[in-house]
């Protein structure tokens, strides 16, 4: 192996001498700028501030704009040689011709990409194959002073701006020399023997290479034909090709800059075509077509044109390549609506493939949710990052949590930026996992990440290895074929189950606390505004505002993107997003509260001197306490339902305050120390103490966590941490509300919490309030329990899963931090303790520990991305049962979908006679019951298309299930998929359905018919 490596090194030096050989400068080009902080059109490219650019010297700052003009002559010493512009700025920019055509993209070398991934093949603007010496350069670039991948690079200088010839054959010899290289490389670091029959041959050109001279070239050229020419007749694996440019949408940059990202990178597409006709392309995500079509037609229509010759695949069926461990289930059902209903309605396509190449981990909800929208195939790589275990599969069927499968296939090479070289395709044959029940594999070849897409290399390359001697052949092919392709030996195929767990960047459940947090709050809205909508339009007449609420979603389901929901975004995107949430916020909360309004005015008449109007939006009748003011009233809302209560038949509490340590009620028994932790809780319909002895709850921990917003490190868990230091607290009474306030320091922050136990409740409330000033901390709070169990469940997206409390196995060790939902419960199956919450989502689990991570404080790549503060609940809820029948399942959709509470004016003088104090006036009742509990309704809407209303409906409890469901004052018209189209026709007034295990169905239903 030292041997190996160090032919390797002096490769390379042959490789970086030819290199310098390409390129020759015959003159400067002349340079003139306008700069302006944000992008200006071409027409108005003059606006900006006048400058000179200057080799050498900085033009801008990091995402500063700027159009250069470059202009020039080609000299008469270029005459009859292949001549091109070498422009590099360090940034990115969009080529113009003088009349406003866009040419192509450019692209920094200074960006951080080595060697394979691409040097130089983006900073080259073609000018002519034979120059006549006389044609003059006016060009106009649209840049930005950032590099491919957002950062600022060699001070915002002007590297580089020149006419230069090109010497082809040094240029051709060069490519021979990186496959022929490439390829030694690759056999080697798989103990392939043909690497020791090759390596004469490079030794022999290397040999002759001493001095760059036509000669020596040319005969080097004739020694690697020894290589280059020999075919590859008995191969293992074959690649199917397909030119990729991952584009993350918001990320290192601003979406200002995704949209001009999309531009060059299609551009720059576009020309390769031009150049190599067996070029491929494929692109995903429906916001990128939506911005080229409105900020670039002319690109658009070349891409349209693309598309109809079969060059350029449309790719995904998700609206974004979103986080999948975040989102709510309805959020990933509308990536998925949307997203096909946008490519079928655009492009005339059925999108079958789910194309999620980059994302953080991968819930066991999903196989679901593609095959309910008629997608049978899936397609990652991202689980090649386990820094534990390897994922044991390549081509597979991958089985949900519900039953259902999908055929998957994870690229072998490990990248979606394959470099298109013989080393990376060697290592993809020798790491496919199931190359004995699939002898075939997928590489997408390009930069990625910021755009960028193939370059010269990559195709000069792939024309070498096409079907070269020791290393896998190719074919140029889309991704689609490629599956419809593999899929008739499906029957050979192995399984996983469950979902896919990355064992890497588990600190995106909780970075940026404030987008996730808004994210749950938009999400939850949302679902309120849509049920409301549907009620409002049945019962008053008021039209379903169906476009304005798929804005609304379409936008969300952009910020759930891979990178700005977990938290891996700059703090510009920050910035942008949650002020676009709060003005949504805004609005939703404003629609709310006018269709309440509306559907107020359809009550039964009646009177009442202080109207209160409470609104259910869950699927669960509900009991509660409703404070206001001095005043509690219990009340009794229906599912689905809106009451009206009168306040002025509330009860008057006066709060009193004590130093009581204790907080009790009929259903559990709580002693805190003076310290803020449980040092006893007693759960008392079974009698059992859920802490474990010798143990305490709600210990607020600060540990040290000094790695990135995506990762946490583990050793954190050996570390001691700095524990909560409470510095006040008092008891209180609020009537039928029993609490403590204590207020906390910790590190350099402060925590104040108020701890509330309502009366026939045995839910702990722990309303917190964090003034967080940390830098590389993280804080978390734990509740060891007394109760054993091999597993908690973990609610997800439609369901929970299971994840170990033990660390039997490397695959339990790499689970130290678990994403879930509202809740996670340790149960022995008689009794349990769920940790549930309104904003948060990462876990640990061991031990028998509930412990929620609740804020973190890195830096990179967002600075002070979470300083601030911070509210948010968490809550404890000891049960018997399991988390249906125990009610875990309910109290998580309570605490996160609180009764809404609209005080109304007293505009109605009619009779008050037979409504009692505890009698509200029912405005509205879904009436719409399954008489299992299991069964939740999750979801209201307008259909998508034609009339009728789409009701959405899971399993929760993780048994098959037949129910009834009765429709009340609807009726019944079809089961659909969660693209809305009828599989099975229904009728009457109830429906009779079965659930598989954490099933979803959704039904299509209508107003009874009066009359």
């Known amino acids: 192996?030292?041997?190996?490596?160090?032919?390797?090194?002096?490769?390379?030096?042959?490789?970086?001498?030819?290199?310098?050989?390409?390129?020759?400068?015959?003159?400067?080009?002349?340079?003139?700028?306008?700069?302006?902080?944000?992008?200006?059109?071409?027409?108005?490219?003059?606006?900006?501030?006048?400058?000179?650019?200057?080799?050498?010297?900085?033009?801008?700052?990091?995402?500063?704009?700027?159009?250069?003009?470059?202009?020039?002559?080609?000299?008469?010493?270029?005459?009859?040689?292949?001549?091109?512009?070498?422009?590099?700025?360090?940034?990115?920019?969009?080529?113009?011709?003088?009349?406003?055509?866009?040419?192509?993209?450019?692209?920094?070398?200074?960006?951080?990409?080595?060697?394979?991934?691409?040097?130089?093949?983006?900073?080259?603007?073609?000018?002519?194959?034979?120059?006549?010496?006389?044609?003059?350069?006016?060009?106009?670039?649209?840049?930005?002073?950032?590099?491919?991948?957002g950062q600022y690079r060699n001070d915002g200088k002007v590297k580089e701006a020149v006419i230069a010839t090109v010497d082809t054959l040094c240029r051709d010899l060069f490519y021979d020399w990186v496959v022929c290289q490439s390829l030694y490389v690759g056999l080697c670091e798989n103990n392939d023997s043909y690497g020791d029959e090759i390596l004469p041959i490079l030794k022999e050109a290397e040999e002759i290479l001493g001095e760059l001279t036509s000669d020596s070239m040319k005969k080097a050229r004739e020694i690697l034909q020894r290589i280059l020419s020999v075919t590859n007749d008995n191969f293992d694996m074959t690649y199917s090709s397909i030119g990729h440019s991952h584009l993350d949408l918001l990320f290192l940059w601003p979406q200002r800059e995704t949209i001009?990202?999309?531009?060059?990178?299609?551009?720059?597409?576009?020309?390769?075509?031009?150049?190599?006709?067996?070029?491929?392309?494929?692109?995903?995500?429906?916001?990128?077509?939506?911005?080229?079509?409105?900020?670039?037609p002319e690109l658009y229509d070349q891409i349209l044109e693309r598309i109809k010759e079969g060059r350029w695949e449309v790719q995904g069926a998700f609206w974004v390549e979103c986080d999948t461990n975040i989102p709510s289930g309805e959020s990933l059902v509308r990536q998925l609506l949307y997203g096909k209903e946008f490519f079928n309605k655009e492009f005339g396509l059925d999108m079958k493939v789910g194309f999620l190449p980059d994302v953080f981990g991968y819930s066991a909800a999903l196989p679901q949710l593609l095959c309910k929208t008629e997608t049978p195939y899936f397609m990652t790589q991202k689980m090649s990052y386990n820094d534990t275990n390897k994922f044991p599969r390549t081509t597979f069927f991958w089985q949900g949590m519900d039953g259902s499968e999908v055929l998957t296939h994870m690229l072998p090479e490990d990248s979606y930026n394959s470099a298109a070289v013989p080393q990376m395709a060697i290592y993809g044959q020798y790491h496919n996992k199931d190359l004995d029940r699939c002898k075939e594999a997928l590489m997408l070849y390009g930069l990625g990440d910021g755009g960028g897409g193939p370059g010269y290399e990559h195709f000069e390359r792939k024309r070498r290895m096409k079907n070269l001697k020791g290393c896998p052949p190719h074919k140029d092919e889309f991704i689609i074929d490629f599956f419809n392709r593999i899929e008739a030996d499906k029957d050979n195929y192995r399984k996983w189950v469950g979902e896919f767990y990355l064992e890497r960047h588990q600190g995106t459940y909780t970075s940026i606390a404030k987008v996730k947090l808004n994210n749950r709050r938009v999400e939850q809205k949302l679902h309120t505004f849509e049920w409301l909508s549907v009620q409002a339009e049945i019962k008053c007449g008021l039209p379903y505002p169906k476009e304005w609420l798929e804005d609304i979603?379409?936008?969300?389901?952009?910020?759930?993107?891979?990178?700005?929901?977990?938290?891996?975004?700059?703090?510009?995107?920050?910035?942008?997003?949650?002020?676009?949430?709060?003005?949504?916020?805004?609005?939703?909360?404003?629609?709310?509260?006018?269709?309440?309004?509306?559907?107020?005015?359809?009550?039964?008449?009646?009177?009442?001197?202080?109207?209160?109007?409470?609104?259910?939006?869950?699927?669960?009748?509900?009991?509660?306490?409703?404070?206001?003011?001095?005043?509690?009233?219990?009340?009794?809302?229906?599912?689905?339902?809106?009451?009206?209560?009168?306040?002025?038949?509330?009860?008057?509490?006066?709060?009193?305050?004590?130093?009581?340590?204790?907080?009790?009620?009929?259903?559990?028994?709580?002693?805190?120390?003076?310290?803020?932790?449980?040092?006893?809780?007693?759960?008392?319909?079974?009698?059992?103490?859920?802490?474990?002895?010798?143990?305490?709850?709600?210990?607020?921990?600060?540990?040290?966590?000094?790695?990135?917003?995506?990762?946490?490190?583990?050793?954190?868990?050996?570390?001691?941490?700095?524990?909560?230091?409470?510095?006040?607290?008092?008891?209180?009474?609020?009537?039928?509300?029993?609490?403590?306030?204590?207020?906390?320091?910790?590190?350099?922050?402060?925590?104040?919490?108020?701890?509330?136990?309502?009366?026939?409740?045995?839910?702990?409330?722990?309303?917190?309030?964090?003034?967080?000033?940390?830098?590389?901390?993280?804080?978390?709070?734990?509740?060891?329990?007394?109760?054993?169990?091999?597993?908690?469940?973990?609610?997800?997206?439609?369901?929970?899963?299971?994840?170990?409390?033990?660390?039997?196995?490397?695959?339990?060790?790499?689970?130290?931090?678990?994403?879930?939902?509202?809740?996670?419960?340790?149960?022995?199956?008689?009794?349990?303790?769920?940790?549930?919450?309104?904003?948060?989502?990462?876990?640990?689990?061991?031990?028998?520990?509930?412990?929620?991570?609740?804020?973190?404080?890195?830096?990179?790549?967002?600075?002070?991305?979470?300083?601030?503060?911070?509210?948010?609940?968490?809550?404890?809820y000891p049960h018997a049962k399991d988390v249906v029948k125990g009610h875990v399942v309910k109290e998580g959709f309570m605490l996160n979908y609180p009764l809404i509470i609209k005080p109304m004016t007293a505009d109605k003088q009619i009779s008050e006679e037979g409504l009692t104090e505890q009698s509200p006036e029912q405005i509205i009742c879904s009436q719409i019951k399954s008489n299992c509990p299991n069964i939740i309704l999750d979801t209201w809407k307008k259909a998508q298309s034609g009339d009728g209303y789409i009701i959405r409906l899971y399993e929760a409890g993780g048994q098959r299930t037949k129910t009834k469901i009765s429709l009340g004052e609807f009726e019944a018209v079809s089961l659909c998929n969660l693209l809305e189209k009828p599989y099975m026709d229904c009728s009457g007034s109830s429906v009779e359905l079965e659930f598989c295990r954490f099933e979803v169905h959704t039904l299509l239903i209508r107003p009874k018919q009066k009359g």
């Not at 999309?262 to 077509?289: D, H, I, N, W």
């Open 553 to 876: 979603w379409k936008e969300i389901l952009l910020y759930q993107f891979h990178d700005c929901l977990p938290g891996s975004s700059i703090a510009r995107v920050y910035q942008e997003v949650n002020e676009r949430y709060d003005k949504i916020t805004l609005e939703l909360d404003q629609g709310i509260d006018d269709l309440l309004d509306i559907l107020y005015t359809s009550m039964s008449d009646s009177s009442l001197k202080e109207p209160l109007l409470l609104c259910n939006p869950t699927d669960f009748d509900r009991n509660e306490l409703i404070t206001i003011g001095n005043k509690q009233l219990t009340v009794c809302i229906p599912a689905y339902g809106i009451s009206a209560y009168d306040m002025a038949k509330a009860e008057t509490f006066h709060e009193i305050e004590g130093s009581s340590l204790i907080l009790e009620n009929d259903k559990i028994h709580v002693e805190f120390t003076d310290r803020g932790t449980i040092s006893a809780l007693t759960h008392k319909e079974t009698g059992f103490s859920l802490i474990k002895e010798g143990s305490e709850g709600n210990r607020l921990c600060l540990y040290p966590d000094e790695l990135t917003h995506w990762d946490i490190n583990k050793d954190y868990l050996d570390a001691q941490p700095e524990l909560a230091n409470a510095v006040a607290f008092n008891s209180f009474v609020q009537g039928d509300i029993k609490g403590i306030r204590f207020e906390y320091t910790i590190g350099v922050s402060r925590i104040t919490q108020i701890i509330t136990l309502q009366k026939n409740s045995a839910r702990l409330d722990f309303e917190t309030e964090v003034d967080w000033k940390e830098e590389y901390q993280m804080l978390r709070v734990d509740f060891p329990t007394s109760i054993i169990g091999d597993n908690a469940q973990c609610e997800i997206q439609f369901g929970h899963v299971t994840r170990p409390t033990h660390t039997n196995t490397s695959w339990d060790q790499a689970k130290f931090e678990v994403c879930a939902h509202k809740w996670v419960d340790i149960s022995d199956g008689g009794t349990g303790l769920a940790l549930l919450n309104d904003s948060k989502y990462g876990y640990r689990l061991w031990n028998n520990t509930l412990d929620l991570c609740l804020l973190r404080s890195q830096n990179i790549p967002c600075e002070h991305g979470d300083l601030g503060i911070h509210k948010f609940t968490y809550s404890i």
């Open 260 to 296: 001009r990202k999309a531009a060059r990178t299609c551009s720059t597409v576009l020309k390769m075509m031009k150049l190599y006709p067996e070029y491929k392309f494929g692109c995903s995500q429906a916001p990128l077509y939506i911005w080229l079509k409105q900020y670039y």
């Open 1 to 149: 192996m030292e041997e190996f490596r160090k032919n390797e090194a002096d490769f390379t030096k042959i490789r970086e001498k030819l290199e310098q050989g390409v390129y020759h400068t015959v003159a400067e080009l002349s340079m003139e700028a306008y700069r302006t902080k944000e992008p200006v059109s071409f027409n108005e490219k003059k606006s900006g501030q006048y400058f000179i650019p200057k080799v050498g010297e900085t033009w801008g700052e990091l995402f500063d704009c700027a159009w250069f003009h470059f202009t020039g002559r080609v000299p008469g010493a270029a005459e009859g040689e292949k001549t091109v512009l070498l422009i590099d700025f360090s940034g990115e920019g969009l080529v113009y011709d003088a009349d406003g055509k866009i040419l192509q993209g450019l692209t920094s070398s200074t960006s951080r990409n080595e060697f394979p991934l691409g040097l130089w093949g983006k900073r080259t603007v073609e000018v002519s194959d034979s120059a006549t010496g006389q044609e003059e350069i006016d060009i106009w670039v649209d840049a930005g002073c950032n590099d491919i991948e």
